[in-house]
């Protein structure tokens, strides 16, 4: 059957159950599926694996660098092909950036419904992806493709880092304070789109900031009081700052009223336009999370799609990591501190 639908009248989002990071399995059936009784093979040489769920894996080249190698691909988020493309891509080199690296080549991750979407569309899809890629300043360099029952778009991406400037997700420091280098809200302005209420103006700003690359990541990773990076995505800034508790044996406290948000995202919530992913992140891991109003579970288990790096700084680094934010034109705000685990597990802490 072939397809008469042109890139000017298909809506992406139609043709797939799920949006962006919000396709991403739960974090409580991901462990499940990921446990294992097999032995793996361990290599020395292998810095960063999927023990402490860090954004990629790392691999010591023996000269003082690191091989960077993550993926990341999911079904659209957006209507606009090119802008789907564009968005998969930013999410993709984010995690380079959240271990402290730069890209240096990417490959595409492509299925295509052949027989609901014609190949005109597809194509800028692919061509959102190396516009992304250009600005990142690496070549789309090949790929593979299927013929699926819905669109998915993603990258694989690879990557260096001097060892000495790698940022993991297991490093964070009892008082260091926390920042957030992206405003939350995209999984609620994203349901907002599926239901036809969002405005022209906030789906424009939404699709702007997931755009943007967070390669200011690599910049970070200078400073050596920089303790923990990593990037916020389909798990909620709850799972994503969780991953970092658990891993670094320290708990956090988070300032509610602090949090960034895109603008108009409480009039969104008010009218129902909370994703299911939040309800999932939230039974995954809520356990772990001080009680929470409604509100407060719609903001911090909102599962983002190329969100924002979080990052803990040390009180020493403070001076130097301020420096930074201001020689690049940018201005973020405390959202929180690491504190000291109680005896209870590691655990967030709302204020």
């Not at 988020?77 to 080549?105: C, E, K, Q, T, W």
């Not at 200078?222 to 303790?227: L, R």
Request: charged content about 20%.
């Amino acid at each position: 059957m072939k397809t008469n639908l042109t890139s000017s009248s298909v809506k992406l989002t139609e043709f797939s159950h799920g949006a962006g990071c919000g396709c991403k399995i739960s974090p409580k059936l991901l462990k499940e599926i990921l446990g294992t009784n097999i032995s793996s093979f361990v290599d020395p040489n292998l810095l960063v694996g999927n023990e402490s769920s860090d954004d990629a894996a790392v691999f010591d080249l023996g000269d003082g660098r690191a091989l960077i190698s993550t993926t990341d691909f999911f079904m659209p988020i957006v209507d606009d092909p090119f802008d789907f493309g564009m968005i998969a891509g930013s999410n993709a080199l984010s995690d380079v950036y959240a271990m402290g690296g730069r890209p240096l080549m990417a490959i595409a991750i492509f299925g295509w419904p052949i027989n609901k979407l014609s190949a005109d569309i597809g194509a800028k899809v692919i061509e959102g992806g190396r516009e992304i890629c250009s600005r990142a300043g690496i070549t789309l360099a090949g790929g593979h493709s299927i013929d699926s029952p819905e669109p998915i778009f993603g990258l694989s991406v690879s990557g260096i880092v001097d060892i000495d400037e790698l940022k993991k997700n297991t490093s964070a420091q009892v008082g260091d304070t926390i920042y957030l280098t992206k405003p939350l809200g995209i999984g609620v302005l994203s349901t907002a789109q599926k239901k036809k209420v969002v405005s022209s103006d906030d789906h424009i700003m939404a699709v702007k900031q997931m755009c943007a690359l967070n390669d200011i990541g690599s910049k970070v990773a200078k400073i050596s009081g920089v303790n923990a990076v990593t990037d916020v995505t389909g798990f909620g800034l709850a799972g994503h700052l969780l991953e970092v508790c658990r891993g670094s044996n320290v708990s956090a406290e988070i300032y509610f009223d602090k949090l960034p948000l895109l603008p108009n995202i409480l009039k969104y919530i008010n009218k129902g336009c909370v994703p299911g992913g939040t309800e999932r992140n939230f039974d995954s891991y809520g356990e772990s999370i001080s009680k929470l109003t409604d509100l407060e579970k719609s903001i911090i288990c909102d599962p983002q799609t190329s969100g924002g790096l979080l990052v803990t700084v040390s009180k020493e680094a403070m001076s130097e990591f301020n420096n930074l934010l201001t020689s690049n034109n940018m201005k973020l705000n405390p959202i929180g501190k690491i504190i000291k685990t109680s005896d209870s597990p590691e655990s967030i802490v709302l204020r």
